[in-house]
């Protein structure tokens, strides 16, 4: 039979043999190996030639190109093998804490990250879409909901202003270079400020949460309102939320903010995943390897310290974020080579890793309370 295990084939390997040529490959995230971690599925020996799958926690796992070549290598090293097919999947574990009242809200939704600063103007919005493109470009589904009620600012940083359509209650997203988008910016018809009340606010968040259709998506990154007021305070408890980002800059040295940013996620029990630090520094094109610090330099990392968080990265001054964000034009699409793209791409990376790593913490102590319930 064609496809099949013939590990009794004279001179073929045995699954056996595949595995242990796969053991010592170790999941950085979880320190362990991706043969105990389950990983390896569907090993099939046809002769000389082996075939398996390598089963992922996320599609956007950063080390999964290493984890394909070092497990082709190590097979294809294997006596009587000719040829290892390896075929990358994934299962994103979902990270999202539910409760039994949660499951209505963002059903199909694995993991949700909130964007959140101290304060407008220190580039939430930026770091929140490019966070989302940089998700989506390691091949992950990915969502961005705009819940800066007050400012959205999607419409203009992805050129897409369009109103989205509505069926049977359910409001479908638009959608910008691949990733599903939902902003309140897309319900405005002029740019006068929106003023809204307490309840209104409420309302709306519940709305987006509830009624869009997002259909299956490994990642929403939500973009929330700066600062710790009504709206952000609504979002953090009716959302089921992964983890939290804090975006800062050097010079935005109050510590309280960002404290009580700390405070607002505690409360609510999401895991704040750390801070990054934008409009770091400047290197100018014709000095390719000056970093000039204009607003000092270490902010970011201290905040971070003194919340006791981590620090996730700086991310330099690029001129491009501005001119790219006016023609909707955001950074990873604008100048993917800049050196300001490659430090969104990095911090996707590391929450990506967090998530994976807090996915499997929320799944033990799901089986944790399966055994509970049963003894
Ligand atoms: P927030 O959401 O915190 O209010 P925005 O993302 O809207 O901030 O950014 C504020 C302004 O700063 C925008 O004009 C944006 O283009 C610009 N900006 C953000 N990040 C950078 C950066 N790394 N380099 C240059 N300009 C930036």
């Known amino acids: 039979m064609a496809g099949t295990a013939t590990s009794g084939t004279p001179g073929a390997v045995s699954e056996g043999q595949v595995l242990d040529a796969l053991r010592p490959i170790i999941d950085p995230d979880f320190n362990k190996s991706i043969v105990e971690l389950g990983f390896v599925k569907n090993v099939a020996i046809d002769g000389g030639r082996v075939a398996f799958d390598i089963e992922l926690t996320t599609p956007a796992c ?4 290493e984890f394909e070549r070092a497990a082709r290598e190590r097979v294809e090293a294997l ?8 075929n990358m999947t994934s299962q994103t574990r979902p990270s999202i804490p539910r ?17 959140a600063s101290g304060k407008g103007g220190v580039g939430k919005s930026t770091t929140a879409i490019n ?32 109103r989205p359509t509505a069926q049977n209650r359910r409001i479908y997203p638009l959608e910008a270079y691949g990733i599903e988008l939902m902003s309140m910016g897309f319900f405005l018809t002029d740019e006068s400020p929106v003023i809204w009340r307490g309840p209104m606010v409420h309302g709306l968040i519940k709305q987006f949460l509830t009624d869009v259709e997002w259909g299956e998506l490994d990642y929403l990154v939500i973009d929330l309102p700066p600062g710790t007021g009504d709206a952000a305070l ?3 408890q009716m959302a089921p939320l992964s983890g939290a980002v804090i975006v800062t800059t050097s010079n935005e040295l109050s510590v309280v903010d960002a404290r009580k940013g700390l405070r607002m996620f505690e409360k609510v029990e999401v895991p704040v995943l750390g801070v990054v630090e934008n409009m770091s520094y400047f290197t100018p094109p014709e000095l390719p390897d000056k970093k000039y610090y204009l607003f000092g330099q270490g902010g970011g990392k201290r905040i971070a310290d003194e919340l006791g968080v981590d620090f996730l990265g700086e991310v330099p001054i690029d001129p491009r974020v501005v001119e790219g964000g006016d023609k ?6 604008h100048a993917p080579d800049s050196d300001a793209a490659q430090a ?3 911090l996707s990376a590391t929450v990506v890793r967090k998530l994976a790593v807090l996915a499997a913490k ?4 799901a089986d944790a309370n399966i055994t509970w319930v049963k003894s």
């Open 62 to 65: 950063p080390v999964k190109a």
């Open 344 to 346: 969104f791409r990095d």
């Open 234 to 236: 609504t979002l953090t």
């Open 131 to 162: 966070l989302a493109l940089a998700l989506r470009a390691s091949g992950a589904k990915v969502g961005l909901l705009d819940a800066d009620v007050y400012g959205p600012s999607v419409p203009l940083l992805t050129g897409v202003h369009e």
């Open 328 to 333: 909707g034009r955001p950074i990873l699409i």
């Open 362 to 365: 929320t799944s033990m102590v």
């Open 99 to 115: 409760s039994e009242s949660a499951e209505a809200v963002l059903p199909g939704v694995r993991h949700t990250i909130a964007v």
């Open 79 to 86: 006596e009587g093998v000719t040829e290892a097919a390896v």
